[in-house]
């Protein structure tokens, strides 16, 4: 079975201020690998995703993340942070493809504190 | 589009009263996934449905729950017997197909007392 940890369970940082969310996956297949963004109390949105291809993946927000195979982690970087982006962080993956591509383990999440 | 639709947002309800929660996903995704997410942890895949054929249920979904997809377009969430430890957000997802994008819905709030 795959299992996603996110290695922070807080992170605070300071406006304009770079930012790295770490994320690690075990999984004995291939995945696919998502970060997603929740802002209280609200549904997930999705900020990026990794299928195939380039493993460096941009989403919104100015978010990017990287796919890294041998270290088997996945984690989201933004350049340059903004009070807005305050929130929680998930990482997930899914296994695989057909049926079993929309059913997401995800981490226990990284609360992102920006502060002025 | 107009997102993924859930209701009620919220609900109270006394112990082993039945609840349900309704969730209409995007126009034409044919892909609806629920999950139950408790307070500081992420989201736990709880089932999946493509169309109105539920393919996979989680060990998380015990016979007080059912879901339902009766005609592949809206979906209901039913807890029977509603107990303290099903306090919880219970959120509906829809994709179209493999590799598009997987669009949570606002979540319902459960809170049993």
């Known amino acids: 079975a795959q299992s996603v940890t996110q290695l922070d369970s807080q992170v605070p940082v300071f406006e304009e201020a770079p930012v790295e969310l770490r994320c690690n996956y075990s999984s004995s297949v291939s995945v696919y690998l998502f970060w997603y963004v929740q802002y209280p109390n609200q549904g997930l949105q999705l900020l990026l995703k990794y299928l195939s291809g380039s493993t460096l993946v941009k989403g919104i927000n100015g978010f990017e993340a990287e796919f890294n195979k041998s270290q088997t982690s996945f984690h989201l970087r933004k350049p340059s942070v903004h009070i807005s982006d305050t929130a929680e962080y998930f990482c997930?993956?899914?296994?695989?493809?057909?049926?079993?591509?929309?059913?997401?383990?995800f981490g226990q999440g990284t609360i992102l504190t920006v502060h002025p | 589009d107009t997102g993924v639709s859930q209701d009620p947002r919220h609900k109270i309800t006394k112990r082993g009263q039945n609840v349900t929660f309704r969730c209409d996903p995007i126009s034409e995704h044919n892909r609806l996934y629920w999950y139950r997410q408790t307070l500081g942890q992420g989201p736990e895949f709880l089932t999946y449905f493509q169309n109105e054929a539920q393919l996979e249920k989680s060990r998380l979904l015990s016979d007080r729950f059912s879901a339902e997809r009766p005609k592949g377009s809206f979906s209901t969430l039913e807890i029977q017997r509603t107990e303290q430890g099903d306090s919880a957000m219970y959120l509906c997802?829809?994709?179209?197909?493999?590799?598009?994008?997987?669009?949570f819905g606002e979540g319902s709030w459960l809170t049993v007392v």
């Open positions: 997930a993956v899914s296994v695989g493809g057909g049926t079993s591509y929309g059913k997401l383990t």
């Open positions: 997802a829809s994709s179209q197909k493999q590799g598009n994008t997987i669009y």
